[in-house]
């Protein structure tokens, strides 16, 4: 099955290099952004782990239970942000999708974790591993997140000011790039609705 383990690799290199580039963001910016930065981060490499395809490196029984806490304390952080606006709605339906992902794929379910490890990072075929209409609602959720970030990114027309010269360059940090870090967030947005479609 070359095909569906490229595919996990892919997943993990994608992940991971977003996971690098969010934890670059957190060294400028606000504190805000640096907050959503870090939390941008940790999905980012947990997606990339969670996607190591279970053919190469079989992941122990008790990683799941790891996953769980980890992003279920994610999502507790994201709900106390949550009012504040941002992107602190969408962190925690990540925190909790990934909570979700866990429990569908940890050892004792329906799909059993080698099976759904491998499927979920590969693609294969078996027996759903998760509440179909839950995982419905969350492949929808995601597929618009992703036309909406798409279409964020989409260049507009570019008023250009009387008079406006060849100036310095502004922003240099990792930061002050904010078509970068929307890219981020649709790569990831990307990879959760690809790992979902394998549950």
Sequence with gaps: MHGPV???WLLVALCGATGAYCL???RDGTAGERASARAEALMGFGMAAMAVPAAVAPPPGW???VYVALFGAAALHAAARAGAGGHHLHHLIGSLSMVYMALAMAPGTAHG???AHAGHAAGASGSAGGVPVLTGLLLLYYALYVLRS???L???PVAV???AGGGAVQGTGWGDRPELALACRLAMGTAMFAMLLTL
């Design 6 to 8: 490229l595919s996990g």
């Design 24 to 26: 670059l963001r957190t």
């Design 63 to 65: 990683l799941w239970a």
């Design 113 to 115: 974790a080698a099976s």
């Design 150 to 152: 798409a279409g964020r």
């Design 154 to 156: 989409v260049p507009g």
């Design 161 to 163: 000011a009387a008079g």
